[in-house]
Nanobody, 128 residues
Framework: QVQLVESGGGLVQAGDSLRLACAAS????????MGWFRQAPGKEREFVST????????YCAASVKGRFTISRDHAENTVYLQMNSLKPEDTAIYYC?????????????????????WGQGTQVTVSS
């Protein structure tokens, strides 16, 4: 069992920045990935960014490329999502997710159903 707790959401104006954090605890595996997804009201949950914990390699969706950056802190076992130049269309609940990659795992996972554990989400609201 892996527990994920997101934090850092809030209400900001367009053009502002936020940094989301996701702290992982519990029984993690030796190889895994962490990801960020978001869900706007009335819309499907969509992929935002992911990071391979073993290699440190990151990948992000085209919609946020150049504005969002994913990173990690080994000491705190935490993954971050730095969000710059926020737009009203970024308004959503942001979820952190954990994927057990196993011995034959891929480098990236971008599908919601591929992840094993999820946090409760943190609200990000961007006003015009």
């Amino acid at each position: 069992q892996v527990q994920l707790v997101e934090s850092g959401g809030g209400l900001v104006q367009a053009g502002d920045s936020l940094r989301l954090a996701c702290a992982a605890s519990g029984r993690t595996f030796s190889r895994y990935s962490m990801g960020w997804f978001r869900q706007a009201p009335g819309k499907e949950r969509e992929f935002v960014s992911t990071l391979n914990w073993n290699t440190g390699t990151a990948y992000c969706a085209a919609s946020v490329k150049g504005r969002f950056t994913i990173s990690r802190d080994h000491a705190e076992n935490t993954v971050y999502l730095q969000m710059n130049s926020l737009k009203p269309e970024d308004t959503a609940i942001y979820y952190c997710a954990y994927k057990d990659s196993g011995s034959s795992g891929r480098l990236y996972y971008i599908r919601e159903y591929e992840y094993d554990y999820w946090g409760q989400g943190t609200q990000v609201t961007v006003s015009s």
